[in-house]
């Protein structure tokens, strides 16, 4: 931000910045002795909203608390509670008590138990599944389907259907007590099709990414498609109990709702690090909000969960019908980082999500109302649809077929599928990592030692993944140092280091001859279009935005604002939520005005 000399500042300027500064330190003194009288509740910004516009309305909320404390609550405000959960629990807030909920020293954190939808709006072959799905295509390796995997699917259900036939191994529903988990919307049939679907008989070529794997139906969305927060968070924590009943070692979550608060806050962020925690891969759809109407791209439309650091969150990727990379882009819909409140990097990849054809439920709600959108195939009716639910659930398919290669913990299943992910020309706040490539990706998890035989074997071509070109390159060549190289030009080493044309990385720390740079501590940053980003939620760019996490944002043209409200410029002008206005020296509020 540019900086005024001071011999041009009046000295009515330098009075007024006095006086601005006197009465911020008496504000904040007021609100720190406030604060002391009375702890009020975290609030997501809805709820906030209708306190602070006089909603008397009664509220289906979720409340962070302990279960004694939810009781205490309940029959001091009235209460009625709907749902208990690990962390709380949702509850009715009569009319006229969601004020005093909130003043209430016992509730921790209070939010919205908003609606949650099916993120709607690929081949195997673009991801390289078809091929590690084949035995031998490493040295001593044979097929991975994700045979015997447990893939939680959260959604609307999933239809009975052939080609789940027998791994369908739990079905339960969240949204109706006496409930039989039927998919009326066919948005969950469709979602499971492409994690696990296979073929009737030899000659139907019917084959999700993980045809091998077994699928936890968990309903928590009605015949429209939509749900409810409590009930999301209700299924997943089924899913962290029966892990080991049912072998659950992903959930997938093609479903998002708005975002409210932060990560932390965020009960649904809460139920999904729970799952982390219990060694749970979870995959997340980014969400749809990629664009307005008019075809503006949005920046921080990801929705929850996939605004959570816990979970993999996945963008859409338009594949263009072919299994070629050089034409692929990010579909204009799917949702852009950075997430609203935190402002993490997301979505962490992109897979197919472009007009995917997938298993029909008979009768759904999509079949009977989109019949535009229903294939008839030779192996029979097909649903073909589009979204960040497609794509999440083409790399929940894959998180199965590399846990059923290699027993590993959640957060070095994400790093390989980063690492071993197409660099896309997009902006790692559109793109992430970049497109999943199961091939490479299942070549580092299951055969380390055979990654030159498998890079030499396949197509790869560099749309695909770039390599050196060194004359002393030999396939399947190993020195007594430890040194391994191919002729595509893929090096690496016993201490961990590995390198291809312009790519290295070591460690966790991993760079590009084109400027990108990231490491497992989450710093990231790109020399090319100046984006600098971290962990701790700082983000800036070269063309002089900057935000963090407290909710300070300026920019190069002076103008700064902030999350209490506070804004301001560099021609002095300065206002704020509650209506107050002030400019060199002259101040206004409601109508009284006056000055130095």
């Not at 500064?21 to 709820?47: M, W």
């Not at 294939?375 to 083409?394: D, F, I, N, Y």
């Not at 055979?450 to 190993?478: D, E, Y």
Request: glycine letters at 12%.
């Amino acid at each position: 931000m540019a900086k005024h000399d001071s011999s041009s500042v009046s000295g009515t300027v330098r009075l007024f910045s006095v006086l601005f500064t006197a009465a911020t330190v008496f504000l904040l003194c007021a609100d720190v002795a406030s604060a002391q009288e009375q702890r009020h509740a975290r609030l997501s910004s809805d709820l906030a909203e209708r306190i602070r516009a006089g909603d008397q309305r009664g509220a289906n909320v979720i409340i962070t608390a302990t279960q004694a404390q939810v009781n205490d609550l309940a029959e001091r405000h009235g209460l009625t509670v709907r749902k208990r959960l690990a962390t709380g629990a949702v509850v009715d807030v009569p009319e006229g008590a969601l004020a005093a909920l909130a003043d209430d020293p016992q509730a921790d954190a209070i939010s919205g138990n908003h609606v949650v939808g099916a993120q709607m709006t690929v081949t195997n072959q673009s991801i390289g599944a078809d091929i590690v799905h084949e035995g031998g295509w490493a040295p001593g390796i044979g097929a991975l389907t994700g045979k015997g995997i447990g893939i939680a699917v959260i959604d609307s259900g999933v239809a009975n259907m052939p080609e789940l036939k027998g791994r369908i191994v739990a079905t339960m529903d969240f949204t109706d007590d006496h409930g039989t988990g039927v998919d009326k919307n066919g948005h969950g049939t469709h979602v499971a099709g492409i994690i696990a679907a296979a073929g009737r008989n030899p000659q139907d070529p019917t084959s999700g990414v993980a045809p091998g794997a077994n699928i936890i139906s968990l309903k928590v969305l009605n015949a429209k498609g939509q749900g409810v927060v409590g009930d999301v968070i209700e299924a997943i924590d089924y899913a962290i109990t029966n892990k080991a009943r049912y072998n659950i070692r992903v959930i997938n979550l093609s479903l998002g709702g708005p975002v409210t608060q932060g990560w932390r806050d965020d009960p649904l962020c809460q139920a999904v690090e729970r799952a982390y925690r219990a060694g749970i891969t979870v995959v997340a759809a980014a969400g749809n909000i990629g664009k307005t109407s008019d075809g503006r791209a949005i920046f921080g439309g990801i929705t929850t969960p996939g605004i959570s650091p816990f979970a993999i969150t996945v963008g859409a990727l338009n594949t263009k019908g072919t299994p070629y990379l050089s034409d692929d882009t990010v579909a204009s819909y799917s949702s852009k980082g950075p997430t609203l409140f935190d402002h993490l990097v997301k979505p962490d990849l992109v897979a197919p999500g472009n007009k995917i054809l997938g298993l029909a439920a008979p009768g759904s709600t999509l079949v009977r109302e989109h019949p535009e959108l229903v294939l008839s195939m030779p192996e029979g009716k097909r649903l073909q649809l589009s979204g960040t639910s497609m794509a999440a659930a083409v790399v929940s398919g894959a998180v199965g077929v590399l846990l059923e290669g290699r027993v590993a913990g959640t957060e070095s299943i994400r790093r390989v599928l980063q690492y071993s992910s197409n660099r896309l020309s997009a902006a790692r706040l559109i793109s992430g990592a970049g497109s999943l490539n199961l091939e490479l990706a299942a070549a580092y998890v299951v055969a380390p030692s055979a990654i030159s035989t498998v890079i030499a074997q396949s197509n790869f071509t560099p749309a695909r993944t770039a390599f050196c070109t060194k004359a002393t390159c030999t396939v399947g060549v190993q020195a007594n140092d430890g040194i391994v190289w191919s002729e595509d030009g893929i090096v690496w080493s016993e201490d961990g280091i590995v390198w291809s044309e312009g790519i290295v990385w070591s460690e966790g720390i991993v760079w590009s001859e084109d400027g990108i740079v990231w490491s497992e501590e989450g710093i990231v940053w790109s020399e090319n279009d100046g984006i600098v980003w971290s962990e701790d939620g700082i983000v800036w760019s070269e063309d002089g935005i900057v935000w963090s996490e407290d909710g300070i944002v300026w920019s190069e043209d002076g103008i700064v604002w902030s999350e209490d409200g506070i804004v301001w410029s560099e021609d002095g002008i300065v206002w704020s939520e509650d209506g107050i206005v002030w400019s060199e020296g002259i101040v206004w509020s409601e109508g009284i005005v006056w000055s130095e």
